[in-house]
């Protein structure tokens, strides 16, 4: 007989019933040829006996084997391994009865997509974490959309909107978002032309994912967002970096490349550049939309701090100017809220937004309906309005402390242009500071910035990095000061 | 001088202030070409007068675009359209100065990506709405969920987590999860073998993303969950279709396709199969893992309905036996919350698993930490078992009224197998009911069929559909098969 008492390993202390641990023991035993088709199997009695176990779990384990078909009753000859089963070469007797069902890696092939390394950072109470621009969360109207899904779940209507099909957002999402939009940035949209993602970075998915094949060629500016640059080069594209000057993207560069090389899409954050914080110039935009105009060129538009602007008002999109439909518009609640209520939106021409919506839901076959119920009622309330006012107050600020500190203290290695507007500045530093030793030295004096633009490609030669004032309080950005000018003085 | 009068429109119900309109018209009205860079304005006072606003108004309107560097001052001279603007060919008077951004469709090319079409169904107190299985949002642990919340958002975590970057969920849910499916799918599984997706929809497109090329042979089996079909589609291969009887898939078929083709991927169901609800048999499932092995097969196992079983204990999944690291195993909590609470999951080796979780932050950068950090509480405190326990019996309850209640009222029309677990049952209609016409005369009598697997593609030859008994009280059962047996009778 086999050594059943050292194959079958019961864990005492598991959460799942005994009787199934022998049962799964015994599948084991019989995939892994262990135990062959036809083999009877100890009597109840007997396999109690040998597992010092209660005979009636042995009779649920057998009976539970007996209902999929592993094992079958012969009446008055015992219990044997369904005959039914097909043969398999036994293998090797593997530890305690258990797979190691992923000990090894894949073998297949599959891509390789560049991404950050996890960083082992011990967080202590002291630490202080730099991001690249994120709203902060003790600003945010959690309280509000705790309330809003109290009353959603006393109301009968989420569980029928949760029933139906979801396309690209509820209905009152669509209609608020429209407004705020319309209001805000001086579009002229209706809801079909409007698709509700999660955050602004699954609609720039969306967007190029759309137009793009592989080979073809995409205008980005030099420095660029580095995970757009990496979402292009996923399809297959190829880039071609414009550079980025004070007034925003050099548009007789981008003229060149549209006359030497058929471009299928241009990537363009004209507003607090990512990660430059450069507002481009009127002029520029003008020439811009000339040229998307006369080659009907597709354009992702990338406002993703829009509503965050402290010199005068904030500059209209291109989108709300005109393009002849060819300007798809992008942005996100999400630096309005908090980090972690990622609702962003992708704009566009109603036909395009249709069938973006479908690839939409290939990849996330629903939105999170509660969430954009309640945002839909803060917006409409008037309280996301006066929740940005707030936000706006504190974070302006926060850029004005962290600029005046800046300026201040670390003249001597960083260059930085205070910007008109967003959560971030962009600190470049002088090459006798290389950003790599900077971030490695302020990491082991506590310091973590993981708004890390500079962990690959072309941002990596501009020694720039954003430093995200808009979530730290003034101590801890003196705190992060002090730790930077120690490092580099 | 230009009829500012009519171009200059103002709505003073807007929550826009006025003198940000004017200053959104004038641009228009300047990047339109319809005044032209160098052009002078009226005073601020003839403007106040032509408009009849107070001069103040005008004055903010134009200190606004001088900022902006649309116009600038001439001292003694006047206010002129700032001549370092590009010359504009003016275009026609658009009305109200408006610009109608995405009157026209959109001209470039894009993808057309096959979905379902928006119903306008009026939804009424009396209509009934049944989907193709989801969980019943009346039982789904909001209360737990809010609690949580609370919770977080008094604390200190929530910050810092929300601010370090997302590799494919928080740690605390990630070790959660691997508790909870090692323990209820007899997994071996670490958190490396572990990324957290939203809903199982985003485990398959990453799953699918990672390894298909676009002329790569994909086998499915027929009739298949339709949306992973399009997946697959979308990433432009092939879909060979294997056979599904009453024993699951036809894995003679599958060995045969593998003998002829170079396979690149197996899609399967083998547990409460979608949409047939067949669970596969256990002679099949060890002849399909001797083909894993042998061939090096990748393999997504798709087992979205694993908790929900009735008969017996749950089978256990491929994943769970020796597979040779071939197995991608995807799941999701979102049947056993509520549909808006979309956490799901992709298991695989961990070399797989570091590649996916890069693709994912190109789509999705990160996940909704409040959420998760709640899950992983309601997880960690046995709370979800619990849950699940008590729905299963509700859903066993509601699985044994719909059968009983379709064999007595619909034997007529419908042919079906009780299934032995999962929140839904699969009714083929005989020939001569064709689905499109049920569907369409239960429509006008209020019956909403949301879960349609019918509306396009294999499925429909087998003239099924999905029948979600779960979120359904008796009541509304039985008048939904009281609508299906007057428009069959």
New interface residues.
């Given amino acids: 007989m086999l050594p059943f008492k050292t194959l079958i390993t019961i864990d005492e202390s ?3 019933a005994v009787y ?1 641990q022998i ?2 023991c015994l ?2 035993l ?3 040829g262990v135990i062959q088709p036809g083999t009877f199997l100890p009597s109840t009695r007997e396999m109690a006996a040998l597992l010092d176990k209660h005979r009636n779990t042995i009779v649920a384990a057998y ?2 084997l007996i ?4 094992i079958e009753t012969l009446p008055r000859v015992g219990i044997r391994v ?1 005959i ?3 043969l ?1 070469k036994p ?1 090797s007797f593997q530890e305690g009865g ?19 390394e ?2 082992n950072f011990q ?1 202590k109470r002291t630490s202080i ?1 730099v ?1 690249d621009g ?1 709203p902060d ?2 600003l945010a109207p ?2 509000s959309m ?1 309330r809003e ?2 009353k959603l ?1 006393q109301g009968s209507s ?3 909107l ?4 979801d ?1 690209g957002g509820t209905k009152a999402l669509k209609n608020s978002t429209v407004n705020f939009l319309n ?2 940035r ?4 209706s809801t079909e ?1 409007l698709l509700i993602t ?2 602004a ?2 609609a720039i ?1 969306l967007a190029a ?3 793009l094949k592989p080979g073809d060629h995409v205008l980005v500016s030099d420095p660029s967002y580095y ?1 757009a640059d ?2 292009f080069r ?1 399809m297959g594209a190829n880039l071609i970096r414009i550079p980025v000057d004070e007034h925003g993207m050099d548009i007789e560069e981008v003229e060149n490349a549209l006359k030497s090389t058929k471009i299928s899409l241009l990537y363009i954050i004209p507003h607090h550049h990512h990660p430059t914080t450069v507002t481009m ?3 520029r ?3 811009l ?2 040229l998307i105009r006369s080659y ?3 354009v992702i538009e990338d406002d993703y701090d829009y509503d965050f602007h402290y ?3 904030p ?2 999109p291109l ?9 798809l518009y992008i942005g996100s609640f999400t630096k309005l809220l ?5 609702i962003g939106y992708l ?6 937004i ?2 973006a ?3 939409k ?11 954009e119920e309640a945002l839909s009622v803060i917006i409409d309330s ?1 309280e996301l ?1 006066r929740h940005i006012k707030k936000s706006k107050k504190v974070y302006n600020e926060r850029c004005d402390q962290a600029s005046l500190m800046i300026a201040d203290r670390l003249a001597h290695a960083v260059d930085f242009t205070k910007p008109q507007g967003g959560l971030a500045l962009w600190l470049k530093f002088k090459a006798t500071y290389p950003l790599g030793e900077v971030i490695a030295k302020a990491r082991t004096s506590g310091l973590l910035f ?1 708004g ?1 633009t500079y962990y690959e490609g072309a941002a990596q030669k501009h020694n720039g990095m954003r430093f995200g004032f808009a ?1 730290l309080k003034e101590s801890e950005m003196q705190r992060a000061v002090d730790i930077l000018r120690k490092i580099t003085i």
């Fill in positions: 598991s959460t799942i199934r049962a799964d599948i084991v019989i995939t892994d009976e539970d209902t999929q078909d592993w369904s039914h089963l097909p398999i293998r258990k797979n190691q069902t992923y000990s090894s890696p894949a073998k297949f092939n599959f891509k390789h997509i560049p991404g950050p996890e960083q967080l974490i991001n994120f969360a003790d959690f309280d705790l899904y109290r779940m989420l569980k029928v949760m029933s139906l099909k396309f209001d805000s001086g579009l002229n949209i032309n999660r955050g970075q699954m998915y994912g759309m137009i995970i990496e979402v996923q110039s009127q002029q935009r003008i020439l939309l000339e009907q060129l597709p010199s005068n008002s500059v209209l989108a709300s100017s005109a393009h002849d439909s060819n300007v908090a980090p972690s209520c990622r704009i566009g021409p109603a036909n395009f249709t069938q919506t479908n690839l839901r290939l990849i996330d076959l629903r939105g999170d309906t509660m969430m008037g309005d993981t890390a979530s």
